[in-house]
């Protein structure tokens, strides 16, 4: 069986696909599966790459960071 076989009747779904789910329907819940999900993806990335991958992780997150603090200030 090959990935092209036109009788392959199971689709494959990423793993995080439930939790995208569930926060397209509105559950609070996904948001923490999804923030778990991030956080073990960060740790094996430093696990395998070290302070470089966390330095990368946290300047990713400075514009959000920013736009959240922003957000705070006007009072929304």
Sequence with gaps: ?????PNLREHRRPF?????????????AAIFV???????VVAAAVMT??????????LALVPIVMITLVLITVGK
């Design 1 to 5: 069986m090959s990935v092209s076989d």
């Design 16 to 28: 995080y696909s439930a939790a995208l789910t569930a926060l397209k329907e509105g559950q609070p």
């Design 34 to 40: 999804l923030l778990g999900l991030f956080l073990t």
């Design 49 to 58: 790459w070290g302070i470089v991958a966390l330095s990368m992780v946290a």
